[in-house]
């Protein structure tokens, strides 16, 4: 008995040993299989390197989708937020970069470039006060921090604090080169110092970004016209360059310090308030009053009654807008604009005969304006009205002179669409999407016509391009309900 007893408790050691070895040997399998399910990330800096590749070749979706991936990789780096938030702000996507700032800056509260992101995106919704406090703040964190002061002059620009704005732009001059600080410092100066304004435009290198170099060329143009007038006449044609445009805080300025001159004749005073006044209208400040002295001044001048009704349109007056623009072609029978204005307003009402009149009639004092033909052919195909009859005859017509006119391809394909000449159709829209590939309007007529011929492969990924290069965001919505039905047409065919 007491052998068996030994040999139960030997045999007992030996089964504990092998049960031992055999749990050890498992869980070394068992964490060889976890280490194979969880590979070790890339390294932080490789995957913000491949998002900022995708970025640059337009593939947002695919580089945000690498950041937020980084980013729960990283759980405390602030860096794929940063990049994300920068890369939604290029495409004018205001909420998503918001949230993408300040998740970065939950990681890193004092983070310079995230404050600064945020600040830019609050002051494209519109609210200076909040992005005025977070320039400020990025400022303090980072004055070295490129551009910083030139986004705070903007802030102080958009507030109409032009003193402060001039002192923010001639700052970030002191701590670093600055293309966009230099425009605007040239733009300030233009109406009081043409010389100091000639000195900044200088300063500008040769290879800054497009829109600073039109900018550069617009003003320059406008100073060299202005060249040998008065000092008020020169801040009036700086006003008025930069309500062309569309510059308002800007188009103030000048306009102000010219209105100021008292010995400008009431012609030209008119001239400055009605300008101002609609500059202050497009800005959203009140500009009745500014309206009303201008005609005081000059009840011969077309200007403030064609500015009030664009301004009484807007507001849907649409009664006391329709009197004034008629008051103001009256006034200039040889300028097309108050005809224009009044087919906006027609078609605005739903009146579309009367809308094509007026068309019709601004292109009759203007027959060489290519562009006021294009209004028309808009005109046409955005309603889908007299399609056969007029608007295709017009978009041919226009293809006819300028046959690499992608507008007027993209028009034409449209409304041939429209009218089921599918074969035409699908032609001129390809050959305007290849001419501009940025026209993001073609890109989406072509887009529809995939969808509506069955070609949801290719209408799914010209509806996925649009949502990544859409870069003014006027189709983004749009194309991605296309991408939700061309989704739910596909799940169905599964089914």
């Not at 008292?262 to 800005?283: M, N, P, V």
């Not at 999407?433 to 016509?449: G, I, N, S, T, W």
Request: charged letters at 20%.
């Amino acid at each position: 008995m007491a052998v068996l007893s030994f040999m139960m408790i030997k045999l007992s050691n030996r089964v504990i040993i092998t049960l031992i070895v055999w749990l050890t040997i498992g869980f070394g399998l068992v964490a060889c299989q976890s280490d194979e399910a969880t590979p070790t990330p890339e390294p932080l800096a490789t995957l913000l390197d491949q998002a900022r590749d995708l970025a640059d070749d337009q593939q947002y979706n695919e580089a945000v989708a690498v950041l937020e991936a980084a980013a729960e990789n990283y759980p405390t780096a602030a860096g794929p937020l940063i990049q994300a938030g920068q890369i939604y702000l290029r495409q004018q996507q205001l909420l998503p970069a918001e949230d993408a700032f300040n998740r970065a800056l939950a990681r890193d509260l004092e983070n310079p470039l995230a404050t600064a992101g945020l600040a830019e995106t609050i002051l494209r919704q519109g609210n200076t006060l909040q992005a005025l406090s977070l320039w400020k703040e990025a400022a303090t964190l980072d004055p070295e921090l490129p551009g910083i002061y030139s986004g705070l002059g903007r802030v102080y620009l958009a507030r109409l604090e032009f003193d402060e704005a001039e002192e923010a732009f001639s700052e970030q001059l002191t701590h670093q080169a600055d293309a966009e600080a230099t425009w605007y410092l040239a733009a300030l100066s233009a109406p009081v110092d043409e010389e100091a304004a000639r000195a900044y435009l200088a300063e500008l290198p040769t290879d800054m970004p497009d829109h600073l170099a039109a900018q550069y060329d617009y003003l320059t143009a406008t100073l060299d016209t202005a060249e040998n007038g008065s000092p008020d006449e020169r801040a009036q044609a700086i006003g008025i360059a930069m309500v062309q445009i569309e510059a308002w805080p800007l188009a103030i300025y000048a306009l102000q310090i010219a209105a100021d001159d008292d010995t400008a004749s009431d012609a030209a005073k008119s001239e400055t308030l009605a300008f101002l006044g609609h500059a202050l209208a497009q800005y959203g400040r009140p500009a009745l009053d500014m309206f009303r002295q201008a005609e005081v001044l000059d009840g011969s001048s077309a200007l403030p009654a064609y500015f009030q009704g664009i301004y009484l349109r807007q507001q849907k007056a649409f009664g006391v807008a329709e009197d004034m623009l008629l008051r103001a072609a009256n006034l200039d029978e040889n300028n097309p604009a108050p005809f224009v204005e009044l087919a906006k307003l027609k078609t605005e009402q739903g009146f579309l005969s009367d809308a094509e009149a007026y068309y019709m009639k601004a292109v009759e004092v203007a027959p060489e304006d290519i562009d006021l033909q294009l209004l028309q052919a808009n005109f046409y195909a955005g309603r889908s009205y007299r399609l056969e009859e007029a608007g295709i005859p017009l978009a041919e017509a226009l293809v006819g002179i300028d046959e690499d006119n992608a507008e007027a391809l993209d028009l034409l394909g449209w409304m041939q669409f429209l009218t089921g000449h599918l074969e035409d159709a699908e032609s001129n829209l390809s050959r305007a999407v290849e001419l501009d590939p940025q026209f993001m309007r073609a890109r989406f007529h072509l887009a529809r016509f995939f969808e509506a011929q069955g070609q949801l492969t290719d209408a799914y990924k010209a509806y996925q391009a649009i949502t990544e290069q859409d870069l003014t965001g006027n189709y983004r919505a749009a194309a991605w309900e296309g991408i939700y039905r061309i989704e739910g047409q596909l799940d169905e065919a599964e089914k």
